[in-house]
C-alpha cells in the first residue's frame, strides 16, 4: 500500500451556483475572492488543488502569493489549478467539473496519496454535493436551501433576538392583513425580503398603503416583513464562521458599509462594543447548523441600534450558509494579524470602477507600489488590492493597527488612482 505522501489536501472549487445563467467573465470576478485560501500555503502540511472555469493570470498569482506573510519556498510545489472542459451547455463551474471525467481522476489520484481531504466551495448546495459525491467524500455532510424564513425558524430556535417579523405572503392583500397583526400603527415602516433572495437582492422598504416593489415581486418564492428599527445610530454589523467535521471557528466581525441607494459596497473592522454579544450568538447558531449536517463558512448579519452611541442594542436579521465578500478581508486580517502578533484594523471595498488607463492587473499593482502605501510586513500596514481579473471594477483593502489609520491608507491611495487617471485623460484631451 502507497504511504501518503500529503498530509492535508484542501480541494477548492469556487462555484457560484446562483450565477447559472451569467457569463464566464462574471465567474472569473466571484472566483477570484476565494483565493483567500492561498493562505493555508503557509502550513508546509497543506497542499491545494483549485479548481476554476479560467487560469489565474499568473501576475495576480504573484502578486497575492507576495502578500501572504511566511510563506515556505516550496509553495509553489503544492498548489496545482486546474480547469474543467469547455461546455456549450453551461458556465456553471461545479457542474463542467463534475461532467469532465479526466479532471475527476487527477482529483482522485491527489486524494489517493493524502491523508486528509477537505472541501471548500462558495455554498454547498446540490451542484457541489453531487461534484462531492462522484469524487467519494463530503460523507454525511448536507447541502443548505437558504431562505429568509428558514434563517429566522433558526434565530427562534436559537433564542436569538430578532425584529418581529410576518409569515412568507405572497400579495399586497396578504402583506397588509399580516402586518396589522403586529403593528396596526399607520405609516409604520416594514423592511421587505425576498424569501429566496441572495444578499440584499430582493430586499425593499415599504409603508402602508404604498404597493409592492417591483424587486421584491421578480422572485417567486413570496417574501417576508420585518419591523423596521429605528435609532439615532444604526449599523450592520456582520460575523462570520467556519464549521469544520470537529468544531467551529470565529473568522471575524466586519461592519457593513452601504451606498446610498442601499447597496453593498464593502466593510470596515466592527464596533467593539457589541462584537462579543453577537458573537456568542453566532455559536448557537452554529450548534444548531452542525446539528442538520452543515460544514463550511456561514454568516449572520445583524442590525445594531442606538439611542445615545454608548448602549447597543443587535438583532438578528440576516444568515448566509456559504462564503461571502467579507471572507477575503477576514482571511487575509487573520493572517496579517498574526504575522505582526497584533490585531489588525481593515476597511474593504469591493466594487471601485477602475479607471480606463489600467489595462492589466500589472499597472494598477505598480500604481499602488509607486505610492508607498502598499502592505508590506516591515511596515506592518498598507493596501492590498484584488478582483484584479475584472474588466470595470477591482476591489481593495487596507490594514492598519488603528481605523484612522486604515482611512488614512485607504482614502489617500483611492484619491491617488483616480487623480492620476484624471491628469492622464486630461493630457490626452489638450494634444
Known sequence: MQTPSIDNLHIIVPNQGHLTHF?????????????????KLQDPQNTLVFVTSRRLDETILA??????????EDCRSRLFIYNPAETTRTPNLMLRATADESLIETIKTKMSQAKKVYFHCEQFESQAKGFCEKLGIAQGRCSWNEDKSRARTVFEDCNLPMPKGTPVVNTLEELIAETKKINPAEGAKWFLKANSGLGNVGNAVWSYPQSLPSNVLEFKSGFVAEEWLDAPYKASPSLRYVITDRDVQFMGAGEELFSEEGEYIGAESANEAYVEEAKEYGFRV???????????????????????????????VDLNVREGGESWVNAWKNALSKAANTP???????????PGYYKTPSELINKVESLGTAYTAEKGEGVILYKLAAERHYGMAAFADSMKRVQELFATTHASIEQFSSELVSELVSL
Open 23 to 39: 457569463p464566464v467573465e462574471e465567474h472569473i470576478d466571484y472566483e477570484e475572492r476565494d483565493y483567500f485560501h492561498l493562505i
Open 63 to 72: 502578486y497575492y502569493l507576495k502578500n501572504i506573510p511566511n510563506l515556505p
Open 286 to 316: 452554529a450548534r444548531r447548523l452542525m446539528e442538520h449536517g452543515v460544514q463550511g463558512a456561514f454568516c449572520i448579519g445583524f442590525c445594531a441600534i442606538s439611542h445615545d452611541n454608548q448602549k447597543w442594542s443587535i438583532y438578528a
Open 344 to 354: 489588525k484594523k481593515y476597511r474593504v471595498q469591493a466594487y471601485m470602477k477602475k
